[in-house]
Nanobody
């Protein structure tokens, strides 16, 4: 499975960004896809997931501000980020997992069947 992110950048607090991720190289589309983020010298944090049947989960700190979605025809995953805060600054990775136990936490593990992209930097200045 290959995951290629785009759309990162720099924005002022309160602004918006939309990340995209093209998913390819699979025989069966992963049941669980989503986004994780990492700040240097800190642990990776699962942010949000969406299942093949479009069930979504978010961590508490982004609820009401971030929206995950997917376009099956384009094999593309999106993350719309609104009302961005300085603490959202991180490298954002698109991630996928072959598991029915889909959650943001499962995406940060190194279990077999998990995949991550190369990441895209999001910087929010206050």
């Amino acid at each position: 499975v290959q995951l290629v992110e785009s759309g990162g950048g720099s924005v002022q607090a309160g602004g918006s960004l939309r990340l995209s991720c093209v998913v390819s190289g699979y025989t069966n589309y992963p049941y669980c896809v989503g986004w994780v983020r990492q700040v240097p010298e800190k642990e990776r944090e699962g942010v949000t997931t969406i299942t093949r049947d479009s069930k979504t989960m978010y961590i508490e700190s982004v609820k009401g501000r971030f929206t995950i979605s997917k376009d099956n025809a384009k094999n593309t995953l999106y993350l719309q980020m609104n009302s961005l805060k300085a603490e959202d600054t991180a490298i954002y990775y698109c991630a996928a997992a072959y598991t029915s136990n889909c959650s943001p936490a499962i995406l940060v593990t190194n279990r077999p069947g998990n995949y991550r992209g190369q990441g895209t930097q999001v910087t929010v200045s206050s």
